[in-house]
Protein backbone atom coordinates (compact mmCIF):
# COMPACT_ATOMS: atom_id res chain seq x y z
CA UNK A 1 0.00 0.00 0.00
CA UNK A 2 2.73 2.28 0.83
CA UNK A 3 6.94 2.48 1.08
CA UNK A 4 9.03 4.56 2.27
CA UNK A 5 12.10 4.80 1.46
CA UNK A 6 15.06 6.82 3.06
CA UNK A 7 12.42 10.04 4.48
CA UNK A 8 14.62 12.64 6.12
CA UNK A 9 13.06 15.93 7.38
CA UNK A 10 14.79 18.91 8.25
CA UNK A 11 13.06 21.79 10.21
CA UNK A 12 13.59 25.50 8.20
CA UNK A 13 16.23 26.19 11.13
CA UNK A 14 17.73 23.29 10.21
CA UNK A 15 16.76 20.90 13.72
CA UNK A 16 16.01 17.59 12.20
CA UNK A 17 12.38 15.94 12.95
CA UNK A 18 12.61 12.45 10.51
CA UNK A 19 15.73 10.95 10.29
CA UNK A 20 16.31 8.28 7.09
CA UNK A 21 12.92 6.61 8.03
CA UNK A 22 12.25 3.18 5.63
CA UNK A 23 9.39 1.13 5.83
CA UNK A 24 6.43 -0.25 3.65
CA UNK A 25 3.01 -1.12 5.09
CA UNK A 26 1.11 -3.61 3.25
CA UNK A 27 -2.84 -3.58 2.18
CA UNK A 28 -4.82 -3.99 5.49
CA UNK A 29 -2.16 -3.80 7.59
CA UNK A 30 -2.78 -2.49 11.22
CA UNK A 31 0.06 -0.48 12.38
CA UNK A 32 0.94 1.63 15.87
CA UNK A 33 3.44 4.68 14.93
CA UNK A 34 4.04 4.78 18.78
CA UNK A 35 6.63 7.05 19.84
CA UNK A 36 7.19 9.43 22.56
CA UNK A 37 6.00 13.49 22.28
CA UNK A 38 8.29 15.81 19.72
CA UNK A 39 9.71 12.78 18.16
CA UNK A 40 8.09 13.74 15.04
CA UNK A 41 5.03 10.95 14.81
CA UNK A 42 2.76 13.83 13.19
CA UNK A 43 4.89 15.00 10.63
CA UNK A 44 5.66 11.37 9.05
CA UNK A 45 1.73 10.86 9.26
CA UNK A 46 1.92 14.29 7.08
CA UNK A 47 4.36 13.43 4.87
CA UNK A 48 2.15 10.49 3.99
CA UNK A 49 -1.15 12.22 3.54
CA UNK A 50 0.93 14.72 0.48
CA UNK A 51 1.13 17.79 2.99
CA UNK A 52 4.49 18.16 4.12
CA UNK A 53 7.34 17.49 1.38
CA UNK A 54 10.49 15.64 3.56
CA UNK A 55 13.73 16.99 2.89
CA UNK A 56 14.81 13.82 1.68
CA UNK A 57 13.72 10.47 0.42
CA UNK A 58 10.82 9.14 -1.49
CA UNK A 59 7.36 7.95 -0.29
CA UNK A 60 5.14 5.83 -2.49
CA UNK A 61 1.21 5.40 -1.91
CA UNK A 62 -0.06 1.92 -4.42
CA UNK A 63 3.68 2.18 -6.60
CA UNK A 64 3.02 6.21 -7.57
CA UNK A 65 5.54 8.57 -6.12
CA UNK A 66 3.86 11.02 -4.26
CA UNK A 67 5.41 14.15 -4.82
CA UNK A 68 4.15 18.00 -4.71
CA UNK A 69 4.31 17.63 -9.11
CA UNK A 70 1.99 14.63 -8.91
CA UNK A 71 -0.30 16.34 -6.10
CA UNK A 72 -1.03 19.26 -8.77
CA UNK A 73 -2.46 16.74 -11.03
CA UNK A 74 -5.77 16.38 -10.45
CA UNK A 75 -6.26 13.21 -12.00
CA UNK A 76 -3.69 12.02 -9.16
CA UNK A 77 -4.55 14.16 -6.18
CA UNK A 78 -7.81 13.32 -6.39
CA UNK A 79 -7.49 9.83 -5.87
CA UNK A 80 -4.99 10.33 -3.44
CA UNK A 81 -6.81 12.59 -1.12
CA UNK A 82 -9.75 10.36 -0.86
CA UNK A 83 -7.97 6.84 -0.46
CA UNK A 84 -5.06 8.35 1.67
CA UNK A 85 -7.36 10.33 4.65
CA UNK A 86 -5.46 11.68 7.97
CA UNK A 87 -7.45 12.50 10.83
CA UNK A 88 -5.62 15.33 13.00
CA UNK A 89 -5.10 15.03 16.56
CA UNK A 90 -6.92 19.02 17.20
CA UNK A 91 -10.44 18.15 15.98
CA UNK A 92 -10.59 22.38 15.38
CA UNK A 93 -8.84 22.56 13.06
CA UNK A 94 -10.60 20.23 10.26
CA UNK A 95 -13.65 21.49 11.55
CA UNK A 96 -14.94 24.72 9.47
CA UNK A 97 -19.20 23.71 7.87
CA UNK A 98 -21.87 24.95 9.08
CA UNK A 99 -23.63 21.98 10.51
CA UNK A 100 -22.54 18.41 11.28
CA UNK A 101 -24.45 16.78 8.02
CA UNK A 102 -22.42 19.29 6.28
CA UNK A 103 -18.94 19.08 7.80
CA UNK A 104 -19.15 15.06 7.26
CA UNK A 105 -20.60 15.57 3.81
CA UNK A 106 -18.11 17.84 2.40
CA UNK A 107 -15.91 14.67 1.11
CA UNK A 108 -18.51 12.62 -0.39
CA UNK A 109 -19.43 16.24 -2.24
CA UNK A 110 -16.18 16.95 -2.76
CA UNK A 111 -15.37 13.42 -4.92
CA UNK A 112 -18.38 13.63 -5.95
CA UNK A 113 -19.81 10.07 -4.51
CA UNK A 114 -23.22 8.95 -4.64
CA UNK A 115 -26.24 8.50 -1.77
CA UNK A 116 -24.39 11.14 0.29
CA UNK A 117 -27.53 11.45 2.77
CA UNK A 118 -26.74 7.32 3.41
CA UNK A 119 -23.72 7.40 3.60
CA UNK A 120 -23.10 10.75 6.08
CA UNK A 121 -25.88 9.10 8.22
CA UNK A 122 -24.39 6.05 8.22
CA UNK A 123 -21.24 6.81 9.61
CA UNK A 124 -22.83 9.82 11.85
CA UNK A 125 -24.79 6.65 13.13
CA UNK A 126 -21.63 4.42 13.56
CA UNK A 127 -19.42 7.07 15.79
CA UNK A 128 -22.90 7.68 17.62
CA UNK A 129 -23.71 11.77 16.67
CA UNK A 130 -26.84 11.02 14.77
CA UNK A 131 -28.58 13.51 17.12
CA UNK A 132 -26.14 16.25 16.40
CA UNK A 133 -26.81 16.25 12.66
CA UNK A 134 -28.27 19.86 12.49
CA UNK A 135 -26.24 21.11 15.15
CA UNK A 136 -23.14 23.46 14.26
CA UNK A 137 -19.87 21.46 15.05
CA UNK A 138 -18.04 24.30 16.46
CA UNK A 139 -20.50 24.40 19.53
CA UNK A 140 -19.87 20.46 20.31
CA UNK A 141 -17.53 18.96 22.97
CA UNK A 142 -14.14 18.61 21.82
CA UNK A 143 -14.85 14.65 21.95
CA UNK A 144 -18.03 15.48 19.77
CA UNK A 145 -15.90 17.38 17.61
CA UNK A 146 -13.49 14.63 17.26
CA UNK A 147 -16.43 12.19 16.38
CA UNK A 148 -17.38 14.02 13.97
CA UNK A 149 -13.49 14.40 12.03
CA UNK A 150 -13.49 10.68 12.83
CA UNK A 151 -17.43 10.31 10.64
CA UNK A 152 -15.75 12.97 7.85
CA UNK A 153 -13.03 10.99 7.44
CA UNK A 154 -14.32 7.48 7.56
CA UNK A 155 -17.25 8.45 5.46
CA UNK A 156 -14.97 8.29 2.48
CA UNK A 157 -14.03 4.74 2.96
CA UNK A 158 -10.58 5.13 2.59
CA UNK A 159 -7.61 2.86 1.86
CA UNK A 160 -5.23 3.97 3.89
CA UNK A 161 -6.45 5.61 7.03
CA UNK A 162 -3.96 7.74 9.22
CA UNK A 163 -4.85 8.48 12.63
CA UNK A 164 -3.01 10.99 14.79
CA UNK A 165 -3.29 10.12 18.23
CA UNK A 166 -7.26 9.10 17.69
CA UNK A 167 -8.34 8.79 21.16
CA UNK A 168 -6.81 12.00 22.70
CA UNK A 169 -10.50 13.37 22.81
CA UNK A 170 -12.41 10.28 23.05
CA UNK A 171 -14.51 9.02 25.52
CA UNK A 172 -13.80 5.68 27.38
CA UNK A 173 -16.67 3.96 25.07
CA UNK A 174 -15.83 5.74 21.57
CA UNK A 175 -12.17 4.69 22.31
CA UNK A 176 -13.52 1.16 22.37
CA UNK A 177 -15.71 1.58 19.46
CA UNK A 178 -12.66 2.55 17.65
CA UNK A 179 -10.64 0.18 18.68
CA UNK A 180 -13.08 -2.62 17.79
CA UNK A 181 -13.83 -0.87 14.80
CA UNK A 182 -9.71 -0.25 13.50
CA UNK A 183 -9.84 -4.17 14.16
CA UNK A 184 -12.67 -5.35 11.80
CA UNK A 185 -12.13 -2.87 8.92
CA UNK A 186 -10.37 -3.82 5.73
CA UNK A 187 -8.86 -0.42 5.39
CA UNK A 188 -5.18 -0.33 5.96
CA UNK A 189 -4.43 1.70 9.18
CA UNK A 190 -1.52 3.88 10.51
CA UNK A 191 -2.06 5.22 14.09
CA UNK A 192 -0.14 7.27 16.03
CA UNK A 193 -0.13 7.33 19.87
CA UNK A 194 2.37 7.63 22.66
CA UNK A 195 0.06 5.20 24.79
CA UNK A 196 1.34 1.77 25.13
CA UNK A 197 -1.41 0.08 25.85
CA UNK A 198 -3.83 2.06 22.71
CA UNK A 199 -0.97 0.91 20.48
CA UNK A 200 -1.59 -2.65 20.99
CA UNK A 201 -4.74 -2.06 20.99
CA UNK A 202 -5.19 -0.26 17.36
CA UNK A 203 -2.32 -2.32 15.33
CA UNK A 204 -0.58 -5.93 15.00
CA UNK A 205 2.91 -4.31 13.87
CA UNK A 206 4.48 -1.58 15.44
CA UNK A 207 6.87 1.09 14.43
CA UNK A 208 8.89 2.98 17.34
CA UNK A 209 10.31 6.45 16.50
CA UNK A 210 13.21 7.26 19.11
CA UNK A 211 13.73 10.63 20.55
CA UNK A 212 16.47 10.82 17.78
CA UNK A 213 13.91 11.03 15.11
CA UNK A 214 15.00 7.55 14.08
CA UNK A 215 12.81 4.24 13.42
CA UNK A 216 14.10 1.85 16.17
CA UNK A 217 11.61 -0.83 15.58
CA UNK A 218 9.50 -2.72 13.11
CA UNK A 219 8.00 -5.58 14.40
CA UNK A 220 4.93 -7.23 16.23
CA UNK A 221 3.28 -5.46 19.19
CA UNK A 222 4.30 -8.50 21.14
CA UNK A 223 7.88 -8.31 20.76
CA UNK A 224 8.19 -4.78 21.18
CA UNK A 225 6.43 -5.14 24.61
CA UNK A 226 9.01 -7.79 25.65
CA UNK A 227 11.53 -5.62 24.48
CA UNK A 228 12.51 -3.24 27.47
CA UNK A 229 15.70 -1.69 26.18
CA UNK A 230 13.82 -0.30 23.66
CA UNK A 231 11.08 1.12 25.09
CA UNK A 232 13.51 2.63 27.54
CA UNK A 233 15.22 4.08 24.59
CA UNK A 234 12.22 5.40 23.10
CA UNK A 235 11.02 6.68 26.19
CA UNK A 236 8.10 4.76 25.92
CA UNK A 237 7.82 3.48 30.10
CA UNK A 238 9.18 5.40 33.11
CA UNK A 239 10.44 5.13 36.48
CA UNK A 240 8.82 5.83 39.57
CA UNK A 241 9.08 5.27 43.28
CA UNK A 242 6.32 3.06 44.25
CA UNK A 243 5.12 0.69 47.21
CA UNK A 244 4.11 -3.10 46.71
CA UNK A 245 2.25 -3.44 50.74
CA UNK A 246 4.95 -2.91 52.51
CA UNK A 247 7.87 -2.73 50.36
CA UNK A 248 8.84 0.46 48.44
CA UNK A 249 10.82 0.11 45.61
CA UNK A 250 11.57 1.42 41.99
CA UNK A 251 11.21 -0.01 38.61
CA UNK A 252 10.18 0.77 34.80
CA UNK A 253 5.94 1.26 34.18
CA UNK A 254 3.78 1.66 31.61
CA UNK A 255 0.71 3.91 32.46
CA UNK A 256 -2.42 3.80 30.02
CA UNK A 257 -3.33 7.10 31.24
CA UNK A 258 -4.14 10.21 28.74
CA UNK B 1 22.80 41.90 27.20
CA UNK B 2 23.95 45.49 26.97
CA UNK B 3 24.43 45.54 23.88
CA UNK B 4 20.98 43.97 23.12
CA UNK B 5 19.43 46.53 25.35
CA UNK B 6 21.47 49.01 23.60
CA UNK B 7 20.47 48.00 20.12
CA UNK B 8 16.40 47.85 21.25
CA UNK B 9 17.01 51.73 22.75
CA UNK B 10 18.79 52.99 19.08
CA UNK B 11 15.87 51.48 17.26
CA UNK B 12 12.63 52.43 19.27
CA UNK B 13 14.89 56.14 18.81
CA UNK B 14 15.28 55.48 15.10
CA UNK B 15 11.52 54.35 14.93
CA UNK B 16 10.74 57.98 16.48
CA UNK B 17 12.85 60.14 14.45
CA UNK B 18 11.81 58.26 11.29
CA UNK B 19 8.18 59.03 11.56
CA UNK B 20 9.05 62.85 12.11
CA UNK B 21 11.70 63.05 8.95
CA UNK B 22 9.73 64.39 6.08
CA UNK B 23 12.77 64.51 3.77
CA UNK B 24 13.05 61.86 1.23
CA UNK B 25 16.76 62.06 0.94
CA UNK B 26 17.24 61.48 4.93
CA UNK B 27 15.14 59.24 4.31
CA UNK B 28 17.05 56.79 1.65
CA UNK B 29 20.24 58.16 3.55
CA UNK B 30 18.86 56.30 6.64
CA UNK B 31 17.99 53.20 4.34
CA UNK B 32 21.16 53.21 2.93
CA UNK B 33 23.08 52.91 6.54
CA UNK B 34 20.67 50.51 7.48
CA UNK B 35 21.72 48.26 4.34
CA UNK B 36 25.16 48.74 5.24
CA UNK B 37 24.63 47.38 8.85
CA UNK B 38 22.71 44.32 7.83
CA UNK B 39 25.76 43.44 5.42
CA UNK B 40 25.34 40.17 3.60
CA UNK B 41 21.89 39.64 5.13
CA UNK B 42 20.49 42.81 2.98
CA UNK B 43 19.24 41.61 0.03
CA UNK B 44 17.24 39.00 2.37
CA UNK B 45 15.72 41.17 5.03
CA UNK B 46 15.00 43.81 2.00
CA UNK B 47 12.92 41.00 -0.02
CA UNK B 48 11.15 39.97 3.65
CA UNK B 49 10.17 43.93 4.36
CA UNK B 50 9.32 44.27 0.55
CA UNK B 51 6.49 41.15 0.80
CA UNK B 52 5.18 42.06 4.22
CA UNK B 53 4.38 45.81 2.78
CA UNK B 54 3.53 45.52 -1.09
CA UNK B 55 -0.16 44.82 -0.18
CA UNK B 56 -0.91 47.24 2.11
CA UNK B 57 1.37 49.94 0.42
CA UNK B 58 0.02 49.43 -2.98
CA UNK B 59 -3.69 49.88 -1.64
CA UNK B 60 -3.22 53.01 0.12
CA UNK B 61 -0.73 54.63 -2.74
CA UNK B 62 -3.09 53.80 -5.28
CA UNK B 63 -6.25 54.80 -3.12
CA UNK B 64 -4.32 58.02 -2.60
CA UNK B 65 -3.28 58.85 -6.34
CA UNK B 66 -7.20 58.19 -7.41
CA UNK B 67 -8.38 60.71 -5.02
CA UNK B 68 -5.29 63.03 -5.49
CA UNK B 69 -6.07 62.89 -9.14
CA UNK B 70 -9.64 63.48 -9.15
CA UNK B 71 -9.32 66.42 -6.76
CA UNK B 72 -6.11 67.71 -8.66
CA UNK B 73 -3.51 67.69 -6.02
CA UNK B 74 -1.34 64.83 -6.45
CA UNK B 75 2.10 64.53 -5.04
CA UNK B 76 5.01 62.30 -5.78
CA UNK B 77 7.11 63.75 -3.20
CA UNK B 78 4.28 62.33 -0.72
CA UNK B 79 3.87 59.61 -2.50
CA UNK B 80 7.76 58.22 -2.10
CA UNK B 81 7.89 59.46 1.01
CA UNK B 82 5.37 57.13 2.47
CA UNK B 83 6.36 54.31 0.46
CA UNK B 84 10.06 55.09 1.42
CA UNK B 85 9.23 55.36 5.30
CA UNK B 86 6.91 51.95 5.71
CA UNK B 87 9.60 50.25 3.61
CA UNK B 88 12.15 51.70 5.61
CA UNK B 89 10.23 51.27 9.19
CA UNK B 90 10.15 47.64 8.04
CA UNK B 91 13.27 46.62 6.93
CA UNK B 92 14.48 48.10 10.39
CA UNK B 93 11.82 45.91 12.32
CA UNK B 94 13.17 43.19 10.41
CA UNK B 95 16.89 43.91 10.71
CA UNK B 96 16.15 44.20 15.04
CA UNK B 97 14.19 41.21 14.76
CA UNK B 98 17.57 39.59 13.16
CA UNK B 99 20.41 41.06 15.00
CA UNK B 100 19.07 41.13 18.81
CA UNK B 101 17.62 38.40 20.69
CA UNK B 102 14.70 40.19 22.17
CA UNK B 103 13.99 38.17 25.47
CA UNK B 104 17.95 39.37 26.26
CA UNK B 105 16.87 43.19 25.49
CA UNK B 106 14.27 43.54 27.76
CA UNK B 107 15.82 41.58 30.64
CA UNK B 108 16.15 44.86 32.50
CA UNK B 109 12.24 44.70 33.50
CA UNK B 110 10.04 41.85 34.85
CA UNK B 111 7.17 43.16 33.68
CA UNK B 112 8.52 43.51 29.41
CA UNK B 113 10.13 39.71 29.86
CA UNK B 114 6.77 38.68 31.28
CA UNK B 115 5.24 40.31 28.60
CA UNK B 116 7.20 38.93 25.62
CA UNK B 117 7.24 35.75 27.27
CA UNK B 118 2.95 35.58 26.67
CA UNK B 119 3.32 37.48 23.45
CA UNK B 120 5.97 34.75 21.60
CA UNK B 121 4.04 31.85 23.07
CA UNK B 122 0.86 33.19 21.49
CA UNK B 123 2.74 33.62 18.40
CA UNK B 124 4.06 30.11 18.67
CA UNK B 125 0.61 28.20 19.37
CA UNK B 126 -1.49 30.60 16.48
CA UNK B 127 1.44 29.53 14.03
CA UNK B 128 1.42 25.88 14.58
CA UNK B 129 -2.35 25.68 14.99
CA UNK B 130 -2.81 28.19 11.82
CA UNK B 131 -0.48 25.24 9.66
CA UNK B 132 -2.99 22.78 10.65
CA UNK B 133 -6.24 24.06 9.59
CA UNK B 134 -3.99 24.74 6.12
CA UNK B 135 -3.33 21.26 6.04
CA UNK B 136 -6.50 19.90 7.21
CA UNK B 137 -8.53 21.69 4.52
CA UNK B 138 -6.01 20.37 1.83
CA UNK B 139 -5.90 16.84 3.26
CA UNK B 140 -9.94 16.89 2.55
CA UNK B 141 -10.21 18.82 -0.88
CA UNK B 142 -8.73 17.49 -4.25
CA UNK B 143 -7.30 20.55 -6.41
CA UNK B 144 -8.25 22.99 -6.64
CA UNK B 145 -10.33 23.54 -3.86
CA UNK B 146 -14.12 25.17 -4.77
CA UNK B 147 -13.83 28.96 -3.83
CA UNK B 148 -17.34 28.68 -1.92
CA UNK B 149 -15.50 26.47 0.31
CA UNK B 150 -12.50 28.80 0.63
CA UNK B 151 -14.14 31.59 1.92
CA UNK B 152 -16.01 29.31 4.02
CA UNK B 153 -12.62 27.61 5.71
CA UNK B 154 -11.17 30.99 5.73
CA UNK B 155 -14.02 32.71 7.82
CA UNK B 156 -14.47 29.64 10.27
CA UNK B 157 -10.64 30.31 10.95
CA UNK B 158 -10.66 33.52 11.87
CA UNK B 159 -13.80 32.80 13.78
CA UNK B 160 -11.75 30.22 15.40
CA UNK B 161 -8.74 32.24 16.16
CA UNK B 162 -10.84 35.44 17.58
CA UNK B 163 -12.60 33.23 19.96
CA UNK B 164 -9.32 31.13 21.07
CA UNK B 165 -7.26 34.89 21.46
CA UNK B 166 -9.98 36.20 23.57
CA UNK B 167 -10.20 32.57 25.75
CA UNK B 168 -6.51 32.38 26.02
CA UNK B 169 -6.35 36.47 27.01
CA UNK B 170 -8.73 35.67 29.95
CA UNK B 171 -7.16 32.55 30.81
CA UNK B 172 -3.49 34.43 30.87
CA UNK B 173 -4.67 36.97 32.80
CA UNK B 174 -5.86 34.63 35.10
CA UNK B 175 -2.64 32.62 34.89
CA UNK B 176 -0.41 35.90 35.77
CA UNK B 177 -2.46 36.89 38.49
CA UNK B 178 -2.41 33.42 39.90
CA UNK B 179 1.02 33.71 40.04
CA UNK B 180 1.16 37.69 41.44
CA UNK B 181 1.43 39.37 38.43
CA UNK B 182 -0.57 42.25 39.28
CA UNK B 183 -0.13 42.65 42.72
CA UNK B 184 3.04 44.49 42.42
Not at chain 1, 180 to 203: C, K, Q, S, V, Y
Not at chain 1, 231 to 247: C, F, P, Q, S, T
Not at chain 2, 27 to 38: H, P, Q, T
Not at chain 2, 132 to 143: E, H, L, Y
Request: glycine share 6%.
Amino acid sequence: MIRVENITHNYANGDKVLNDLSFAIGQGEKVSLVGANGCGKTTLLKILNGLIVPTGGRYYFKDTQITPKTLRQTALAGPFRKNAVLLFQNPDSMIFNPTVFDEIAFGPRQFELDHIDERVRHWANQVGITRQLDRPPVELSKGEKQKVCLAAVLVLEPELLLLDEPTASLDPRSTGWLVEFLGDTDMTTLAATHNLGLAAEMGTRSLVLSEHHELIFDGTMESLLKDTDKLIEANLVHVHRHKHGDVEHRHYHIHDWE
Amino acid sequence: MMKDTSALVVYAAAVIAITLVHHTGLLAAALAVAVVIAGQRAARLARKAFFAIVVFNLVVTVSYVVVSLVRDELSLHFVLLMNLRVFLLTFLGFLVADRINLFKAVSFSKTLSYLLTVAASQIVTFRRLFDDFRMAFKSRTPNPARSKDLYRHGASAASFFLHKSFLESAEITDAMKSRGFFDD
